[in-house]
């Protein structure tokens, strides 16, 4: 081999020489900026932005870090740790959803970090857990353990690992940590960190059929023997059962619903296994709820205002990004966002709907799902990990699967979209939208503004009493107003009474806590087979607990205000924190025993409701009566069927519901 051929043949084995490189990752915490990891080479070819990857940080903590940027630079104040794994194939987050939370953080004054742990949901959110095991030069013979060391170990050998948390449960001790550090130094029990993925895809078992049955002589022939036999009617049962569950769209049929039938054996589905003539598979299941689409948006009818407005709103659509639209109550907004939502849909581009309030929420999906169906996507504080990941999986995906119509509160304007070409923000006054805790501290209105403007998307900001600022910023141009003055069909706005409490109470015109003008216009409307609802910005009992003598009020140790007693709980509760405490029996401050009640809440008109109207049915509307996920759909959904007459709820009463009634 000559000299020339040596050159060329050290320049190749040069040049395919793999990459060193390095990447600056977002952790899910609450620090500045971001850090730089080392790539293994094997990875090369798989890393991209956007993916989640597990890091060292710290001394033994490893976390789920977002791949920010990819480059070959080395950091020179130090070096640097390799990442550990790639936890995704593809990108969870994409490059304009890494701008958004950065000029959140810059806006907001907070790391970017925080953003994160609000954006992304907690699924996607990993971080290690310190695990206990037994070490492996344990002599128990020899060792001698004491009563808590003793009751650990017992409890290792029987679930190999333990959490700190299982430790301080199998001890019953509060500081737990001594006792831990002793176990390390005497070779009883190492520490480990263990990462745990929170997400996991809902897998469901289904029976199919064997394809050998797919021909109808083969099925005779195996009813045939089935039939034969007494002893194989149970057989029979379960084969008769799978043809009346089995749908013409789908291959089979799921395992709990075929034994959920009467008189269907476990047993005999086993042996049908056995034999071969049912297969059992494993299928992967959405767990989000399906809507099936019923009705086109084009089927909307607008009247001349609505049309005239849906006509400006589309003409300027290129001109102005933002519109205010502002309409008195009931003038039909709703169906100026379902004909724009359509108008974008058309266009191959994705809409986002958002709401104050999960109870507007609720509502509004039955609104939506006739016309968007499996298009709509809905997200919220209420769902449970799994299903904020899928919605968040559904978001990102640009095929015909993928959600097409987002509705949500204020986290969802930080789901992934791809293609966003419309925001609408419904009652935009509405001051739910400002997150108060914990950081980032943002407006979801004012978020969402910018996030339209990342996309290169239009916002439409509707109300019937705009916020001051959205106001102003429409008289000086910034913002296009369209104005809706008259209300849906003609109907009249409703009439508004005042009653004089103090005059009523000295004229001795009170019941309870109602005025007798209240309780006559409640008994006129039940009378006229109509509905009621009472608006009391208070949830709780009472407002507060007071000495009649030295007038103490019991006040929350966490937060220095004023605790609310819940009669369902028996107990006084702090509505920051969630402290609770029992009623004292005597003033602490003077031992007085008389301590009364005073002020009322929503739990407390119920009750009273309750006496004076023994009849009717009343429900209740607040924190307290809607913690479970379907609980507003349930409420709402029993008013709007008239299950209800008498609706109590606190501010959630008063967020723009709709009712035919």
Same mark, same amino acid.
């Given at each position: ?396 995906? #640009?095929? @015909? $699967?993928?959600? %097409? +119509?987002? /509705? ?5 304007? *930080? ?109 006129? #409307?039940? @009378? $006229?087979?109509? %509905? +009621?609802? /009472? ?5 709780? *009992? ?120």
């Amino acid at each position: 081999m000559n000299f020339v051929h040596q050159i060329h043949l050290i320049f190749n084995i040069r040049s395919v020489e793999p990459l060193t490189l390095f990447v600056d990752i977002l952790l899910p915490l609450s620090l500045q900026g971001y850090y730089t990891y080392r790539v293994p080479r094997e990875y090369n070819s798989q890393i991209k932005v956007g993916q989640r990857v597990v890091v060292q940080f710290g001394g033994k903590r490893m976390y789920s870090a977002l791949v920010r940027k990819i480059h070959q630079n080395p950091p020179k104040d130090y070096t640097v740790k390799y990442i550990y794994s790639l936890l995704d194939e593809e990108p969870v987050v994409e490059e304009k959803h890494f701008l958004f939370w950065e000029w959140i953080a810059r806006y907001y004054v907070c790391p970017v970090g925080n953003v994160m742990m609000a954006a992304l949901p907690s699924a996607f959110r990993l971080a290690s857990e310190t695990m206990l095991t037994i070490h492996p030069d344990l002599d128990t013979n020899t060792t001698e353990l004491s009563e808590h060391e003793t009751a650990v170990v017992n409890a290792l050998f029987q679930k190999n690992t333990l959490s700190i948390a299982d430790v301080a449960k199998v001890t019953g001790l509060q500081r737990i940590f001594p006792l831990l550090k002793t176990m390390i130094e005497k070779k009883i029990i190492l520490m480990e960190e263990e990462l745990q993925q929170r997400y996991a895809p809902k897998i469901v078992p289904c029976v199919t059929l064997n394809s050998l049955y797919s021909e109808e002589e083969e099925l005779k022939k195996l009813f045939d023997e089935l039939e034969s036999k007494k002893s194989l009617e149970k057989q029979l049962m379960i084969l008769l059962q799978y043809l009346k569950l089995l749908k013409p769209d789908e291959t089979g049929v799921q395992k709990s619903e075929l034994l959920s039938g009467e008189n269907i054996s476990l047993s005999a589905l086993n042996t049908l296994i056995k034999k071969e003539v049912f297969e059992l598979v494993y299928k992967t299941e959405s767990r989000l709820k399906e809507f099936n689409k019923t009705v086109s948006a084009e089927n909307i009818c607008l009247n001349d205002e609505q049309q005239a407005v849906y006509n400006h709103i589309s003409e300027q659509w290129h001109e102005n990004p933002v519109t205010l639209l502002h309409g008195v109550t009931s003038s039909g907004k709703t169906e100026i966002y379902i004909k724009l939502i359509d108008k974008v849909l058309k266009e191959g581009k994705q809409a986002l709907f958002l709401l104050p309030e999960i109870a507007l929420t609720a509502q509004i999906v039955n609104r939506l799902k006739q016309y968007f169906g499996n298009k709509l996507g809905v997200y919220h504080s209420r769902f449970s990990k799994n299903e904020r990941a899928e919605v968040w999986y559904k978001t990102l995906d #640009a095929s @015909e $699967n993928g959600f %097409q +119509v987002l /509705l949500g509160a204020r986290s969802a304007v *930080f789901l992934p979209f791809h293609n966003l070409g419309l925001v609408i923000v419904d009652e935009e006054h509405d001051t739910s939208y400002k997150q108060y805790e914990p950081s980032p501290f943002y407006h979801a209105r004012d978020a969402a503004i910018y996030l339209a403007k990342t996309f290169g998307a239009k916002t439409v900001l509707g109300s019937a009493t705009p916020s001051v600022e959205s106001f102003y910023n429409a008289q000086e141009g910034k913002y296009v107003l369209e104005t809706m003055e008259k209300r849906f069909g003609g109907t009249l706005l409703p009439e508004v009474f005042v009653a004089d409490m103090k005059e009523a109470q000295e004229r001795k015109e009170i019941q309870s806590h109602f005025s007798f003008f209240l309780l006559e216009h409640i008994r006129e #409307a039940l @009378e $006229n087979k109509e %509905q +009621v609802i /009472l608006f009391q910005n208070r949830r709780g *009992f009472s407002v507060r607990v007071e000495c009649d003598k030295c007038h103490w009020v019991p006040q929350c140790k966490n937060c220095d205000v004023s605790m609310v007693y819940h009669k369902n709980i028996y107990m006084l509760r702090c509505h920051y924190c969630g402290h609770t405490m029992p009623i004292p029996e005597t003033c602490p401050a003077c031992n007085s025993p008389q301590i009364k009640m005073k002020g009322f809440g929503t739990e407390k008109i119920e009750e009273e409701l309750s006496i004076l109207f023994p009849e009717i049915n009343i429900a209740r509307m607040d924190l307290d009566s809607t913690r479970s996920k379907q609980a507003y759909m349930q409420i709402i959904s029993d008013f709007e069927d008239r299950k209800i007459d008498i609706l109590v709820g606190t501010q959630m009463v008063t967020k723009g519901l709709h009712f035919d009634n």
